[in-house]
């Protein structure tokens, strides 16, 4: 099917039927396929950004917009809130807009923070796998981790350097690997589809349960338990199986 017909489908009557096809079809693709982005081997992020720019760099997508919404009902205004892995700070953009934050954002691509400086927004360049008071001293009332501490080999010891510096709260967001669809991938033969354009994006994995009792060795309170993503009412009746995304916030229980 080419572009041009798709793009007539869209806008033609009978586009909700399309749109409701085309999802169930990337579901079921995403069940027995791998991704077109797939590229085994190790990931430059300014590459990332770059290929990102000419599909809408700097805007949330429906994903992306649904988590930015929790993570601004989490908040309050005029709260000092860092972003680490602020990427194209389209989340850090939108929560200044809608909650009047004092917002601040680190990440590793150069690219990134030159674009988010662009947009007026106040980022650094700063590399979390390095010790995180190489690059902020100053407590902050939240501190945002979205989608990020899947991606790190010793998370663990990125939230205990945060622990101090985070007067309210630690936001973080991630995928659950128990999501029905990870399960049924499973059960097919191929591991939970978790990545765009390599398997080495994601380091560590969490379902529901194990992320909780993760929190807790870690001595962290759940103040709240976000379900954003997944099958529409069953993922806030069986989170557990039918989200396939989390919000938290987690806070010091040292």
Same mark, same amino acid.
């Given at each position: 099917?080419?572009?041009?017909?798709?793009?007539?489908?869209?806008?033609?009557?009978?586009?909700?039927?399309?749109?409701?096809?085309?999802?169930?079809?990337?579901?079921?693709?995403?069940?027995?396929?791998?991704?077109?982005?797939?590229?085994?081997?190790?990931?430059?992020?300014?590459?990332?950004?770059?290929?990102?720019?000419?599909?809408?760099?700097?805007?949330?997508?429906?994903?992306?917009?649904?988590?930015?919404?929790?993570?601004?009902?989490?908040?309050?205004?005029?709260?000092?809130?860092?972003?680490?892995?602020?990427?194209?700070?389209?989340?850090?953009?939108?929560?200044?807009?809608?909650?009047?934050?004092?917002?601040?954002?680190?990440?590793?691509?150069? /690219?990134? &923070?030159?674009?988010?400086?662009?947009?007026?927004?106040? $980022?650094? #360049?700063?590399?979390? @796998? %390095?010790?995180?008071?190489?690059?902020?001293?100053?407590?902050?009332?939240?501190?945002?981790?979205?989608?990020?501490?899947?991606?790190?080999?010793?998370?663990?010891?990125?939230?205990?350097?945060?622990?101090?510096?985070?007067?309210?709260?630690?936001?973080?967001?991630?995928?659950?690997?128990?999501?029905?669809?990870?399960?049924?991938?499973?059960?097919?033969?191929?591991?939970?589809?978790?990545?765009?354009?390599?398997?080495?994006?994601?380091?560590?994995?969490?379902?529901?349960?194990?992320?909780?009792?993760?929190?807790?060795?870690?001595?962290?309170?759940?103040?709240?338990?976000?379900?954003?993503?997944?099958?529409?009412?069953? /993922?806030? &009746?069986?989170?557990?199986?039918?989200?396939?995304?989390? $919000?938290? #916030?987690?806070?010091? @229980? %040292?």
């Amino acid at each position: 099917m080419t572009n041009s017909f798709k793009q007539q489908l869209r806008s033609s009557a009978l586009r909700p039927g399309y749109l409701w096809m085309a999802k169930r079809y990337r579901t079921l693709r995403r069940l027995f396929a791998y991704p077109d982005t797939a590229h085994v081997g190790v990931v430059d992020y300014d590459t990332y950004w770059d290929n990102k720019a000419q599909t809408g760099l700097g805007k949330l997508s429906p994903w992306r917009l649904r988590r930015a919404q929790v993570f601004t009902s989490l908040v309050n205004a005029g709260d000092r809130v860092l972003d680490l892995g602020v990427g194209d700070g389209a989340l850090l953009q939108y929560m200044i807009e809608h909650r009047q934050i004092q917002g601040y954002g680190l990440d590793v691509s150069p /690219k990134a &923070v030159e674009f988010c400086r662009a947009q007026g927004l106040a $980022v650094d #360049l700063a590399d979390i @796998n %390095r010790p995180i008071t190489d690059f902020i001293s100053q407590p902050y009332d939240y501190i945002i981790l979205s989608e990020i501490i899947e991606h790190l080999p010793d998370p663990e010891s990125l939230l205990n350097s945060l622990r101090p510096l985070a007067t309210k709260g630690i936001i973080v967001s991630i995928p659950n690997t128990g999501f029905y669809q990870h399960r049924l991938r499973l059960l097919f033969g191929k591991f939970p589809l978790q990545w765009v354009v390599t398997p080495g994006e994601h380091l560590r994995f969490w379902t529901r349960t194990d992320f909780r009792w993760w929190a807790r060795q870690l001595d962290f309170d759940i103040a709240r338990e976000v379900p954003y993503e997944g099958t529409p009412l069953l /993922k806030g &009746v069986w989170s557990g199986l039918f989200a396939a995304a989390f $919000v938290y #916030l987690l806070q010091n @229980n %040292r």
